[in-house]
């Protein structure tokens, strides 16, 4: 064994003792203790990737997640088809869609300036639509894995809405009143703005600043494949 590597008696004496849990088979299901409203706001990459992997964790349990994207896609730097998307592809349970592939508003990185606030309305539009859907929804019991989001969801996550909001695409109130429109037993995941939403604070019940220490970007380093898509 080399210096670098635990020894078994390090491994036993770990809580989890050196073992992998078995996976288990993905089956529809319902959370017990949904319904709260998180905010994740900051200068610091990683908002999306943390709101996604939450979104894996819950449909890894067998709820029913959906990701409606407003504000991905476009930019000259980044492909269209991002990595999270072939992943929740496949992965049951977990569905999303995009309405934003229209570049950055406002951002040097390279994409084409086009109607983003035109694109930001049809995306609340859709966001009402699939609140409206789960408020339909019993949502104490399980939905089927491969059912349309118009079935309903146990935990929508609307990627970059801040953002929209923060550069004025849509109206504060309209975030606002998605959140108030939020059946009480639906895990509703806002992201995005690197300017603090203190519109959200009567609302929000976790928020968390994802804050910039250090980012590549700063010495010109574009989007990486398998890292930022």
Known sequence: MSDDQPSESTIENTPGQGRTPEAERIEPSAPEEFGLVQVWWGDGKGKTTAT?????????????????????????SVDAVRGEYN?????????????????????ADGSDEADHETEARAGLERAQELLA???????????N??????????????????????RGLLDEDDVRD??????????????????EPAYLEDRADLITNVRKVAHPIDDGQRARQGTEF
């Open 133 to 143: 859907a789960a408020a339909e929804t019993d949502l104490g019991e399980p939905i």
């Open 145 to 166: 894995l491969d059912a349309p989001p118009e079935e309903g969801m146990h935990m929508l996550i609307l990627d970059e809405v801040l953002y929209a909001a923060d």
């Open 87 to 107: 992943a929740m592809a496949v992965l049951p349970g977990i569905s999303y869609e995009n309405l934003g592939h229209y570049g950055w508003h406002g951002m």
């Open 52 to 76: 996604l992997g939450m979104g894996v964790r819950a449909a890894g349990h067998g709820y029913r997640v959906h990701v409606l994207q407003f504000m991905k896609g476009g930019a000259s």
């Open 178 to 195: 998605l959140i108030d429109s939020k059946p009480d037993d639906l895990e509703l995941v806002l992201s995005g703005s690197h300017t």
